[in-house]
């Protein structure tokens, strides 16, 4: 079964730092580029970053360009998403997600993880 | 960035009953070389994850039931569920993914009337 698994959400503070993972299983981790995306409280879909399947090519947007970091280990089949200095904006349930295709970055997303949740407050 | 465009934000539709949501996107997603829409739907219930639908614009996923159908081109899309069941209930979302940053449409909410 294709599966992703998050981890690593929780509560933090303001300025804080938060690493989360994903980790894959039942496809071949290293040929798919992978993202994540969030969702605040309520609202809708944000895409955040994505990276090639070497993780030779990274993304971001603009709203956390400088401040989050992805990566990936193909050894382990797991994806990061680094996040520094942490604002009560980035409260979200974050999702990782696979492209539908393997060896090509801008696809469909067609398997998502649960998702994990981190939330930024004082 | 490509803003995506959703209407209406919600709407009512009886069992068994067409529904229709469009998405557009503020410039062209059809890639002129290979002839094909960067755009996907995506169905999200309640403390689920989203479920891709349709890529490429019109192509269905694997098991998504035929009554989903995805159309148009360049920058005007649409959803169609052709005859709406209760497990149809929920937030539906267009996406382009032609070029970095990827974005989403607001969402429609779909409920029974």
């Known amino acids: 079964e294709v599966q992703l698994v998050e981890s690593g959400g929780g509560l933090v503070q303001p300025g804080g730092s938060l690493r989360l993972s994903c980790v894959a299983s039942g496809f071949t981790f290293s040929n798919y580029a992978m993202n994540w995306v969030r969702q605040a409280p309520g609202k809708g879909l944000e895409w955040v970053s994505s990276?090639?399947?070497?993780?030779?090519?990274?993304y971001y947007a603009d709203s956390v360009k400088g401040r989050f970091t992805i990566s990936r280990d193909n050894s382990k089949n797991t994806l990061y998403l680094q996040m520094y200095t942490l604002r009560v904006e980035d409260t979200a349930i974050y999702f990782c997600a696979k492209v539908g295709e393997d060896n090509s970055s801008w696809r469909a997303f067609d398997i998502w993880g649960q998702g994990t949740r981190v939330s930024v407050s004082s | 960035d490509i803003v995506m465009t959703q209407s209406p934000d919600s709407l009512a539709v009886s069992l068994g009953e067409r529904a229709t949501i469009n998405c557009k996107s503020s410039q062209s997603v059809l890639n002129s070389s290979n002839k094909k829409n960067y755009l996907g739907w995506y169905q999200q219930k309640p403390g689920q994850p989203p479920k891709l639908l349709i890529y490429?614009?019109?192509t269905r996923e694997s098991g998504v039931p035929d009554r989903f159908n995805g159309g148009g081109s360049g920058t005007d899309f649409t959803l169609t569920i052709s005859s709406l069941q209760a497990e149809d209930v929920a937030v539906y979302y267009c996406?382009?993914?032609?070029?970095?940053?990827?974005?989403f449409g607001g969402g429609t909410k779909v409920e029974i009337k």
């Open positions: 490429w614009a019109s």
């Open positions: 996406q382009q993914y032609y070029s970095p940053p990827l974005t």
């Open positions: 990276i090639s399947s070497t993780g030779g090519g990274t």
